[in-house]
């Protein structure tokens, strides 16, 4: 195996690990704000850590820019989502948790 | 290599289907849809796994797409949840 191929499979696993802590985050997390930290944060790093992965070992200078743009755009729409909705669970009078 | 990306990409759909237990509980509404972020962000890495993993790069582009559209949903239940609401349109 490659250097760089040794450096591939670390990312992946490594986002394979975040995509994990992402849905344990969302089936314990209390409430909704906390579950956007979830599924905003640990999963956007989770697929950023593959597609550096997938960009180490691609075949190409184009197609490596193309997994950096689609993990730029992934990361701009949750940003937004994100504060969508926590916006529109404020609104609605949902309390933000503040501890057990 | 194969295999790790493979088994990767599995993981990432059996991921997804623990996500599901989420929108089964809800409680709320924006509970259950927060988890299409979740299927989307999913989606786009089980795409681009496969992508690199068979060299095909037509199926990257079915990932940018997913990624271009990624929250037009949470966008959609945002907007027209307040009207539903109130049970107007």
């Given at each position: 195996?490659?250097?760089?191929?040794?450096?591939?499979?670390?990312?992946?696993?490594?986002?394979?690990?975040?995509?994990?802590?992402?849905?344990?985050?969302?089936?314990?997390?209390?409430?909704?704000?906390?579950?956007?930290?979830?599924?905003?944060?640990?999963?956007?790093?989770?697929?950023?850590?593959?597609?550096?992965?997938?960009?180490?070992?691609?075949?190409s200078?184009?197609?490596?820019?193309?997994?950096?743009?689609?993990?730029?755009?992934?990361?701009?729409?949750?940003?937004?989502?994100?504060?969508?909705?926590?916006?529109d669970?404020?609104?609605?009078?949902?309390?933000?948790?503040?501890?057990? | 290599?194969?295999?790790?990306?493979?088994?990767?990409?599995?993981?990432?759909?059996?991921?997804?289907?623990?996500?599901?237990?989420?929108?089964?509980?809800?409680?709320?509404?924006?509970?259950?849809?927060?988890?299409?972020?979740?299927?989307?962000?999913?989606?786009?890495?089980?795409?681009?796994?496969?992508a690199a993993?068979?060299?095909?790069?037509?199926?990257?582009?079915?990932?940018?797409?997913?990624?271009?559209?990624?929250?037009?949903?949470?966008?959609?239940?945002?907007?027209?949840?307040?009207?539903?609401?109130?049970?107007?349109?």
């Open positions: 195996m490659t250097v760089s191929g040794v450096f591939s499979a670390g990312f992946l696993l490594a986002g394979a690990f975040f995509f994990l802590a992402g849905t344990v985050g969302i089936l314990r997390f209390p409430d909704i704000f906390t579950r956007l930290h979830a599924v905003t944060k640990a999963d956007n790093l989770g697929l950023g850590l593959v597609t550096v992965s997938l960009m180490l070992e691609a075949p200078y184009a197609a490596a820019l193309d997994l950096a743009i689609v993990w730029l755009l992934v990361l701009l729409w949750s940003s937004v989502a994100a504060q969508l909705v926590a916006r669970a404020l609104d609605r009078g949902e309390v933000p948790w503040r501890g057990a | 290599m194969h295999q790790l990306r493979t088994g990767v990409a599995t993981f990432l759909l059996a991921n997804v289907l623990v996500g599901l237990v989420r929108i089964a509980r809800g409680p709320t509404p924006a509970d259950r849809i927060l988890v299409t972020q979740l299927f989307g962000t999913s989606a786009v890495a089980v795409l681009l796994l496969l993993d068979q060299g095909a790069s037509s199926i990257r582009d079915v990932a940018l797409i997913f990624a271009l559209f990624g929250g037009v949903s949470l966008l959609a239940f945002v907007r027209l949840g307040p009207r539903v609401r109130r049970g107007g349109r």
